[in-house]
């Protein structure tokens, strides 16, 4: 069973044909991993270090903060210019625009491994873990009636308008100042391509990589508190890596909780982030976990709201054990 999901192509959706095969844009995530073996031969700190902090700035402040919890979920509301400087920094992780992802994400909640979610890891893990975007969806074909009709909200913004129409601008932009960047205060070539490998091409695949696997790891390993309808699990490592996005089966219980780890050990650093925002008054709305919710009206003295799905402490005793 387990062997069987591992292989690449043991099945793909119907849609999943040549015809519909998106080879410019197989080729160029091709030639972007090739790119970033250049890492071997141009190590230096200082672009380690570029890549740690741009890391942290596309992948926990730009997709999953901003992408993901705020664009996609509207799980808190965010003042403007901080929403497009983030918005920003999402385009840079190369994941597509802000409204293409949060399209495509919103896709992915309403038919979640069922025919028509974009990365459902019942075809494959490797489906769902990099083969989906290369194959025109049927739902997801790029025109603005499609991006209007997930994404309203998002349409209406001008500012995310200028994101997306200007995604491919802004990353040749900021890579070629990476080169820069390392070419004049660095001093000369060799540090120019130090920082654009590992702040740019090594950054990327990396970024691409750990966000790819919540759309497979965490359907697939992990354990379950709450009995979703889909395969949604909470892993520990993918949540570590994504900067609390692991803790996906909470997440897809309660979509619209800004908290994705609804308990002490689910570490959950987005959500600090969230929680600094409140507190500076940046953010306001912000929904909490049920978990929260109950305390808060119990605190209130409130009767208690019924929770929405049941909530299992212990991992669910159904599954295979295999995928535990
Ligand atoms: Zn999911
Ligand atoms: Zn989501």
Redesign the pocket.
């Known amino acids: 069973m387990i062997l069987s999901r591992l292989l690449p192509f043991s099945a793909l959706p119907p849609y999943a044909t040549w015809q519909r095969f998106n080879a410019p844009l197989f080729t160029l995530y091709v030639l972007l991993h090739v790119v970033a073996l250049a890492g071997f031969f141009t190590f230096s700190w200082q672009g380690l270090l570029v890549m740690v902090v741009m890391s942290f700035s596309t992948i926990c402040l730009g997709i999953t903060l901003c992408y993901h919890r705020l664009l996609a979920h509207q799980s808190y509301k965010l003042v403007k210019p901080i929403t497009y400087f983030l918005a920003l920094l999402g385009c840079l992780a190369f994941q597509r625009g802000p409204i293409w992802w949060t399209a495509t994400h919103r896709l ?2 309403s038919k ?1 491994d069922k025919e028509g979610d974009p990365h459902s890891p019942k075809y494959s893990v490797w489906w769902a873990h990099f083969l989906w975007p290369f194959f025109w969806h049927p739902q997801l074909d790029d025109s603005e009636e499609m991006l209007q009709r997930l994404a309203p909200d998002l349409w209406k913004d001008p500012g995310m308008r200028f994101l997306e129409r200007h995604y491919n601008g802004i990353n040749v932009l900021f890579l070629l100042l990476l080169f820069a960047l390392g070419y004049w205060l660095g001093g000369g070539l060799k540090m120019g391509l130090s920082i654009l490998v590992w702040g740019g091409f090594l950054r990327i695949i990396y970024g691409l990589n750990v966000t790819w696997l ?2 497979s790891a ?2 697939l390993w992990g354990y379950r508190r709450y009995d979703t309808p ?1 395969t ?1 699990r909470n892993n520990w490592w993918v949540a570590l890596l994504t900067w609390g996005e692991g803790w ?1 089966n909470n ?2 219980a309660h979509a619209r909780s800004a908290k994705m780890g609804f308990v002490w050990y689910e570490l959950d650093v987005t959500y600090w982030i969230i929680s600094l925002f409140r507190k500076l008054g940046l953010a306001t709305q912000v929904v909490g976990s049920p978990l929260d919710r109950e305390k808060d009206r119990q605190r209130k003295g409130l009767q208690t709201e019924p929770l929405s799905m049941p909530l299992k402490e212990t991992m669910n005793p159904r599954l295979p054990k295999a995928h535990q």
């Open positions: 992915h909640h979640t919540v759309n965490a359907h889909d949604s996906h997440h897809h």
